[in-house]
């Protein structure tokens, strides 16, 4: 493998850390009013944040695990769909994210300032 | 069957059981948007080759699979070997193997001891170094074969009609006494069955044609009776028919009765076996029936063999009769079974 090769993966796997934590704030911020998989996705990446369905189905399975979100069956478009909406404690805990988020931006901002 | 029904049959094999039917309706559903997503854009439907490529983007099954799968590790040297799903199956393959394995070296090593002969360090670990190496290299070999099969792109995927049995499997869970029926065979509990049982049997094949693989240094003083030879066929048959069993299974894993039945008969072959070989008395004969070292240690060995055997027949007894209760219950759960009789 060649050095520029090195280099590049190691940027992709920084890339992917860095973009992880952010998903996951995006996706609950994204479910603050109800969407399927789909129509999550694309407006995910209509907003600048591709992410794959095999990141995002499992992703969801597990917030919904962790009781962050709520998902019923029901039809639309003429067919059966998955709705997945934010549950309270998903609002309650993003509401604590952002604020983290926000103290994270601007140390960084002054960081990178210098 | 069309590209998406091939790609989401091949998917449900590797899929945690308890989610299966949800995670393919969500997907399903998922993929059937952006097709008509496409559609719309292009003004006509998708050709089978579009169909491909989208099923391509989204990635291999068992790469889709691995993001539904708890991650218990994998095996990588560079790339990876063995990933998420099939790691778990292989560990415990793995471990089986190389404990019975060392059962066997061990009690061995422990019978020439008490025969009075010196056990040098260097000959217990060269043994149980060549154990290790062997039962690691062709079990990695076959779960990475296994691994690379099933990685290849959808459209290469095996053509099986894996349809009919993932509708009937979806039916009869939704349909069904979910919470107490019996549960469909595992398939990958079958792939661990059929490649544990695929090295047992190339071990043994191999035993006989070097016997220090099952005594090693101690080959040079004891060999084994004639009784191995006339239970070795059977023995080799039973083998032959569990990979059969658990071939079955991985393509029909709803044939639960065929599991149950199959495995009772196994059980009620096994248990004749080890009748035999209780009554064998000498299990062990002397490598050089003219060396009194030989004679001595294959008596020793021949003196505590029967506790062994003892012990296998009281585990063999007790797995054919969990195997029985298994397959009465199985069979009151089913009075009128829907599988076909086999």
């Known amino acids: 493998m060649t050095h520029s090769q090195d280099n590049l993966n190691l940027f992709q796997n920084l890339c992917l850390e860095l973009r992880r934590g952010s998903l996951i704030l995006a996706v609950l911020a994204c479910l603050r009013s109800e969407q399927y998989g789909y129509t999550l996705r694309k407006a995910l990446g209509d907003r600048g944040l591709d992410i794959e369905e095999g990141t995002l189905y499992p992703l969801l399975r597990r917030l919904e695990t962790q009781g962050l979100l709520l998902s019923e069956w029901r039809e639309a478009e003429k067919r059966n769909k998955r709705f997945y909406r934010l549950s309270p404690l998903g609002e309650e805990i993003l509401a604590k994210l952002l604020a983290e988020w926000k103290a994270i931006d601007a140390s960084l901002t002054e960081i990178v300032k210098g | ?342």
């Open chain 2, 1 to 342: 069957m069309p590209p998406l029904d091939r790609y989401l049959s091949n998917l449900a094999k590797l899929l945690p059981a308890d989610q299966r039917e949800d995670i393919l309706r969500e997907l399903s559903e998922d993929i059937r948007s952006e097709f008509e997503d496409k559609e719309s854009e292009l003004g006509r439907p998708l050709t089978e080759a579009e169909q491909l490529a989208v099923l391509k983007r989204r990635g291999n099954p068992l790469q889709v699979a691995a993001g539904y799968t708890p991650n218990q590790g994998t095996l990588a040297f560079g790339p990876q070997i063995i990933g998420p799903v099939l790691f778990p199956f292989y560990v415990r393959v793995l471990t089986f193997n190389l404990g019975l394995t060392f059962l066997i070296v061990g009690a061995i090593f422990a019978a020439v001891s008490l025969a009075g002969q010196p056990i040098h360090f260097g000959d217990l670990f060269s043994s149980i170094i060549l154990q290790l190496f062997i039962q690691l290299t062709a079990v990695t070999v076959i779960f990475a074969l296994v691994e690379k099969h099933l990685s290849r792109q959808p459209h290469d995927w095996s053509k099986e009609d894996f349809e009919k049995n993932l509708k009937a499997a979806i039916h009869s869970r939704i349909q069904k006494n979910i919470q107490t029926g019996p549960k469909e065979v595992s398939r990958f509990d079958s792939m661990a069955v059929l490649i544990a049982s695929s090295v047992a049997l190339l071990w043994m094949q191999s035993i006989w044609t070097n016997q220090y693989l099952i005594f090693g240094p101690a080959a040079l003083l004891i060999a084994l009776a004639p009784i191995w030879h006339v239970v070795y066929l059977p023995t080799v048959f039973i083998m032959l028919v569990t990979i059969f069993r658990a071939g079955v299974n991985i393509a029909r894993p709803d044939w639960v009765r065929f599991r149950d039945v199959v495995s009772v008969v196994i059980d009620a072959a096994s248990l004749a076996i080890v009748y035999t070989l209780m009554f064998a008395h000498t299990w062990v004969v002397p490598a050089d029936a003219a060396a009194s070292t030989s004679q001595h240690v294959a008596s020793v060995v021949n003196q505590w063999a029967p506790l062994a055997i003892s012990a296998s027949a009281v585990i063999a007894l007790a797995q054919a009769i969990k195997n029985l209760i298994r397959l009465y219950k199985n069979w009151r759960w089913h009075p009128s079974s829907q599988q076909p009789s086999h």
